[in-house]
């Protein structure tokens, strides 16, 4: 098909200051054969009126109001409404390049099924951005030129939420937007990742990503430190987890603690260690805590990773090369 419709997934909320710069951006793409599924998931501003006049000038722009309650059940709204062979989703308050949906379309027309698209994104913000947003940036852009996004998938979620392009049945294979499972994007990753579908490299800068106090990942309890970690625990020990092996647990700040509590109260078997003398001996959660050198009586073990230093996870990382340990296979960082 040389002209195939693609659906963009957009859900809003209290954005209507952002969403005419959204909007536009959407409108002045190179490649114009698209449709807005855009759904309003309660807003209390102006955004769905500001929505409904541009509808009326666009027929591509579709307007709904959200059936249920939350990001996700606006994403399955606006999925459920789609037509296009390809699917996007664009987040109401950011920006697009004017060729992203071009590049995307071509890089999976390339590719073919059961392969993501993505490319490299920028934040920005009259606030300024903090290093961590930065250094995120930098991560995340080096992975996908790469396209070897999964190999880091614990860490952090390695496909920008409103910057992929997939076939829609393979959206429709991965069960995407089912169950209610936060923070979605994160989720969909690990659901590309367990489908085993590749991640097409890209060097081009798509899109524009806004930082601000009030965004949703900043205030909503669902993009919570917690809710991350128990993602991805899950997706570990149905994925990667051998079961046959021993599994180690390093570190025992918030992190490594929040993990030690959720293997226990799953009841999966785990040798905690760390660095630090105050802890080492000690009982947490009724678990011992051992130093590093109780390493040396374990035998084909995979290890959690939790240690957050930079200088530390050098130390780890050459601790498992000189142990000819492979990333992914025996050991996974979650930080």
Same mark, same amino acid.
């Given at each position: 098909? !040389? ?25 002045? !793409?190179?490649?114009?054969? =698209? ?25 591509? @722009?579709?307007?709904?109001? *959200?059936?249920?309650?939350?990001? #996700? ?9 789609s037509s296009g062979c390809y699917i996007t989703r664009m987040d ?31 934040? &920005? ?5 903090? %290093? ?6 930098? =991560? ?12 880091? #998938?614990?860490?952090?979620?390695? @496909?920008?939420?409103?910057? =992929? ?11 995407? &937007?089912?169950?209610? %499972? ?17 991640? @097409?490299?890209?060097? !081009? ?5 806004? %930082? ?18 128990? @993602? +991805?625990?899950n997706y570990f020990l149905e994925l990667d987890y051998n079961p ?10 918030? +992190? ?15 040798? =905690? #260690?760390?660095? *630090? ?21 374990i035998q084909d073990a995979q290890s959690i990773v939790t240690v957050?230093?930079?200088?530390? !996870? ?5 601790? &498992?090369?000189?142990? %000819? ?11």
């Amino acid at each position: 098909m !040389q002209n195939p419709l693609i659906s963009i997934l957009t859900p809003f909320k209290n954005t209507a200051a952002f969403l005419p710069e959204c909007l536009a951006s959407i409108k002045s !793409q190179t490649y114009t054969h =698209w449709e807005l599924l855009i759904v309003d998931d309660g807003s209390t501003d102006d955004g769905y009126k500001l929505v409904r006049e541009y509808a009326k000038q666009d027929s591509r @722009i579709k307007l709904y109001k *959200n059936s249920g309650s939350g990001i #996700i059940e606006a994403l399955r709204m606006g999925f459920s409404k789609s037509s296009g062979c390809y699917i996007t989703r664009m987040d109401s308050d950011d920006i697009m390049s004017s060729n992203k949906l071009e590049v995307l379309l071509k890089n999976l027309q390339t590719y073919g099924k059961k392969h993501v698209a993505t490319g490299l994104v920028s934040y &920005f913000s009259e606030e300024g951005i903090s %290093d961590g947003y930065n250094s995120y940036e930098r =991560w995340l852009n080096q992975l996908t030129q790469t396209g070897t996004n999964y190999s880091e #998938i614990y860490k952090e979620c390695v @496909i920008p939420s409103p910057c =992929w392009m997939i076939h829609k049945d393979d959206l429709v294979a991965c069960d995407a &937007f089912n169950p209610n %499972d936060y923070p979605e994007d994160y989720d969909l990753t690990f659901r590309f990742y367990k489908y085993q579908y590749k991640v @097409i490299p890209c060097n !081009q800068l798509l899109h524009y990503w806004r %930082d601000y106090s009030t965004r949703t990942s900043r205030t909503h309890e669902h993009y919570a430190q917690n809710y991350f970690l128990e @993602i +991805k625990l899950n997706y570990f020990l149905e994925l990667d987890y051998n079961p046959t092996r021993p599994l180690v647990l390093w570190g025992a700040g918030f +992190k490594g603690k929040s993990i030690a509590k959720l293997l226990i109260d799953k009841g999966v078997d785990f040798i =905690w #260690i760390c660095n *630090n003398p105050k802890k080492i001996g000690k009982h947490i959660y009724n678990q011992e805590l051992f130093g590093f050198t109780y390493l040396n009586s374990i035998q084909d073990a995979q290890s959690i990773v939790t240690v957050a230093n930079k200088q530390s !996870q050098k130390a780890i990382r050459a601790f &498992f090369k000189t142990h %000819d340990k492979m990333e992914m296979e025996d050991y996974f960082f979650f930080c």
